[in-house]
């Protein structure tokens, strides 16, 4: 008697298309390498050079020119409010003296954090449209964030106001979040791993302004100091700390000067502003100075006008030619 022939199966999913290995331990490292490659394909393909890096708060929702109600949020990059009791107080509870204590004082934060979304997107307006006259096929200075609400919408908003391209590298938490409507739409990333987000903060820019923020800002700007300050970078890079009494009061740095936990001269990283004008002055002087007018900025402008056709940048299967076979 002949044994029962096995079901037909069904056809094997490719390796690269099984959902269940690519998410598992063993497709981590391709998950790694998708996060370096497929973004480098689209900055390529969008042609920007170097980018302008904003951080700041998530937390405050902006106050719109329609002067919506201000609302906490509950968690950076959450899209539902913080509880009822932490929100602060509205016009009708200060009236009634219905207000708590704490209340009151977020209500007075509150309305200062919205001041400084309006000064994020003020500036990063006058960046954009800075970048916009520069000379060159290539997009320089492209103002980028986190890609979520607070102060990343407010510097996206203020680029996407000017005409311009703007970045938001966004990352997946384990609460609902969204991207923030003014990113260019060929330029939204999401990512999972934290430490190849903070991969494109760092290597594509030339500049990094930091706007009042938690532990998330503090996290974002350290790691660029201590990168300029061990000369990890291979390019200097102007940082402008926005809202010198706020950053004086969370952070003593001249303090870790004075103790010799840093050297005196690593004060010179950074410097403070309290302006719009004020930071976009330092802005536009420190990358005028330290790219636009250096030696390699000029013979890269020589090679742009000599090699740079007008078409897209060529995938990798165009640029190898017919040296290999054609795969898709």
């Known amino acids: 008697m002949n044994p029962k022939v096995p079901d037909t199966l069904e056809q094997a999913p490719l390796a690269y298309e099984n959902a269940d290995f690519l998410n598992s331990p063993d497709g981590r490292m391709l998950r790694i390498l998708a996060e370096y490659q497929e973004p480098m394909a689209r900055f390529r393909r969008e042609r920007i050079q170097d980018t302008v890096v904003f ?15 201000l609302e906490l949020l509950a968690n950076t990059g959450s899209a539902q409010p ?6 602060p107080a509205r016009p009708e509870e200060i009236e009634s003296g219905e207000a708590s204590a704490q209340k009151l004082k977020l209500a007075e934060a509150a309305v200062e954090m919205a001041q400084y979304y309006e000064d994020a997107r003020r500036l990063a307006g006058m960046v954009a449209s800075w970048a916009k006259t520069l000379p060159g ?3 320089r200075f492209v103002v980028t964030s986190g890609g979520g609400p607070g102060i990343m919408e407010a510097a996206n908003r203020g680029a996407y106001e000017a005409g311009c391209k703007t970045i938001g590298l966004n990352i997946k938490l384990p609460f609902e979040q969204h991207p923030n409507p003014y990113i260019t739409p060929a330029l939204s990333f999401d990512f999972h791993y934290f430490f190849m987000r903070k991969y494109w903060f760092a290597y594509l820019a030339k500049a990094l302004v930091v706007f009042p923020g938690g532990f998330g800002t503090l996290d974002e700007m350290f790691e660029l100091l201590t990168l300029a300050q061990t000369k990890k970078l291979a390019k200097k890079i102007t940082v402008v700390i926005y809202g010198a009494d706020y950053w004086k009061k969370v952070i003593n740095l001249e303090l ?6 840093i050297a005196t001269a690593d004060l010179e990283l950074f410097q403070f502003a309290d302006t719009p004008e004020e930071a976009f002055a330092l802005l536009k002087a420190g990358l005028t100075e ?8 000029r013979e890269q402008a020589r090679l742009e006008k000599q090699e740079i056709p007008d078409d897209p940048a060529p995938s990798v299967q165009e640029m190898m030619g017919p040296d290999i076979a054609k795969t898709r």
């Open 256 to 261: 870790l000067a004075e103790k010799g936990a």
């Open 137 to 139: 096929r290539r997009h």
């Open 82 to 87: 913080a509880p009822k009791e932490e929100q």
């Open 290 to 297: 330290n790219h636009l007018e250096s030696d390699y900025e």
């Open 55 to 69: 951080f700041g708060s998530a937390r405050f929702r902006a106050l719109d020119v329609a002067n919506s109600e």
